[in-house]
């Protein structure tokens, strides 16, 4: 299994724009995290499904951020508009029991 | 609440010697406790973790050990090497898959 696999890995885009990141989960994993880094805020838990169903989307930010897992091995993180503020390092995770998290090699947005 | 604080936020040792990080949670009810290591530019990636029925657990030059009655625990490196250097992140579970990370240590090994 090649881990979780995260697309693009740099997004470059301007103010306003959408934004859409993606996760492939490692085959047989039924939790998804999704986390925002910044140097600021470290790593913050942004939403939470299990088995494809949203539990906890405490984390994100505003309504401007959206999330989907349209099926057991794939999610996507929508930023709509995307602001400068929003630049950051993504990741998602995924896991078997919702213990042992691993992680894909992030995206780093910028928003100019 | 579902806090975790991480002390120190950077360590500078010696090659050779040691190096302690150290954790507090909140949540009574968390009962494991993974800690990540990040090098630059890469992602987190699990190094070790425990479990609230031990407390302690070594894997080579890793160690962490557990005070649930304190609600801390501790990774413990010994004979750091250069490749030690990295930030690294304690973490709990709250409510059963809520997994809250400490603001990491930057650990830097002196050559």
């Known amino acids: 299994d090649a881990g979780v696999i995260q697309s693009p890995r740099h997004e470059v885009t301007e103010m306003g724009q959408e934004v859409t990141l993606r996760c492939k989960l490692i085959s047989g994993h039924n939790s998804l995290f999704w986390y925002r880094q910044t140097m600021m805020r470290g790593l913050e838990l942004l939403i939470y499904?299990?088995?494809?169903?949203?539990?906890?989307d405490s984390g994100m930010p505003e309504d401007r951020f959206s999330a989907k897992m349209p099926n057991a091995s794939f999610s996507t993180l929508k930023i709509q508009p995307s602001e400068p503020r929003d630049s950051a390092v993504y990741f998602c995770?995924?896991?078997?029991?919702?213990?042992?998290?691993?992680f894909g090699q992030g995206t780093r947005l910028t928003v100019v | 609440g579902e806090n975790v604080e991480q002390h120190p936020s950077t360590l500078s040792v010696q090659e050779g010697d040691s190096a302690v990080i150290k954790c507090t949670y909140s949540?009574?009810?968390?009962?494991?406790f993974p800690w990540y290591k990040q090098e630059l530019g890469k992602r987190p990636q699990l190094i070790i973790d425990i479990r609230s029925n031990v407390g302690e657990k070594k894997d080579q030059r890793i160690a962490v050990t557990l005070n649930k009655t304190a609600k801390h625990f501790s990774l413990h490196i010994t004979e750091t090497q250069p490749e030690d250097s990295a930030v690294y992140f304690c973490?709990?579970?709250?409510?059963?898959?809520?997994?809250?990370f400490g603001a990491g240590t930057t650990v830097t090994v002196r050559a």
């Open positions: 499904f299990n088995n494809n169903v949203p539990i906890d």
């Open positions: 949540d009574s009810a968390s009962n494991y």
């Open positions: 973490a709990a579970f709250f409510n059963d898959y809520k997994l809250s």
């Open positions: 995770a995924s896991s078997l029991t919702g213990y042992e998290a691993f």
